[in-house]
């Protein structure tokens, strides 16, 4: 099994200020990584596939960088919608496996 | 617009079964293999289990292989997930999700989510 570590655990930026995050893969998984975002009470929502494509609907200040076991996403300006958890999750191979999530916090 | 609505989670009791309905819209549900995603608080998302769009093809986490399975029927456009001999680890949301279009793979990523259905088991 693919263990998928994401660090920081808990990010604390004020609006407007970028974020990134990181994401490692405890082996290579290629581009085959996706993000999410997910607020209180919802679900996931798919942000980014192919380790930097992004969704449709996404904004254009998300974007996700890396191969093979490290990758990063970031957040050029964040805004007030954006505070909300992130998690990466491989799809290289089965099973599937996520990050631990990182929480983007206001500062 | 892609819905995807879960029912039939509660409480079930240790050792005991619970099945999961999860009702599809707005796509053609045979195109597209499904998968679920459960989460606990303390362990995060987690895979569970993916079905093909024809049904015949899945696959399992080790933490539930041989205790859930994964179904679906087309002509209802419903994917089902049931679980038996269940743990209090089992104590999760559990998330119907899709696959994304154009891509082969039964379950890479998943570009929609139900909005959940919480499993607790507990005696």
């Known amino acids: 099994e693919i263990v998928m570590t994401q660090s920081p655990a808990t990010l604390s930026v004020s609006p407007g200020e970028r974020a990134t995050l990181s994401c490692r893969a405890s082996?290579?998984?290629?581009?085959?990584l996706a993000w999410y975002q997910q607020k209180p009470g919802q679900a996931p929502r798919l942000l980014i596939y192919g380790a930097s494509t992004r969704a449709t609907g996404i904004p254009v200040r998300f974007s996700g960088s890396g191969s093979g076991t490290e990758f990063t996403l970031a957040i050029s300006s964040l805004q007030s919608e954006d505070f909300a958890l992130y998690y990466c999750?491989?799809?290289?191979?089965?099973?599937?496996?996520f990050g631990q999530g990182t929480k983007v916090e206001i500062k | 617009e892609v819905q995807l609505l879960e029912s039939g989670g509660g409480l079930g009791q240790p050792g005991g079964s619970l099945r999961l309905s999860c009702a599809a819209s707005g796509f053609t549900f045979s195109s597209y293999g499904m998968t679920w995603v459960r989460q606990t608080p303390g362990k995060g998302l987690e895979w569970v289990s993916s079905i093909s769009g024809s049904g015949g093809s899945t696959y399992y986490a080790d933490s539930v292989k041989g205790r859930f399975t994964i179904s679906r029927d087309n002509s209802k456009n419903t994917l089902f997930l049931q679980m038996n001999s269940l743990r209090a680890e089992d104590t999760a949301v559990y998330y119907c999700a899709k696959k994304p279009p154009a891509v082969a793979d039964v379950g890479p990523y998943f570009d929609y989510w139900g909005q959940g259905t919480l499993v607790t088991v507990s005696s």
């Open positions: 999750q491989q799809y290289y191979n089965w099973p599937r496996t």
């Open positions: 082996q290579s998984v290629s581009s085959n």
